[in-house]
């Protein structure tokens, strides 16, 4: 009953936030893409 709890309080939160920290992570990726060959 408790972890119900959880998750339906925690759930929505981490729906409100995926899109941010899908587009940070391609962000980074995209850098990280761009400015590696640089190092090598």
Avoid: C, H, M, N
């Amino acid at each position: 009953a408790a972890s119900d709890l959880i998750k339906s309080s925690v759930e929505p939160v981490l729906e409100q936030y995926r899109p941010v920290i899908l587009s940070s992570l391609k962000f980074s990726k995209l850098t990280l893409g761009t400015v590696a060959p640089q190092f090598t």
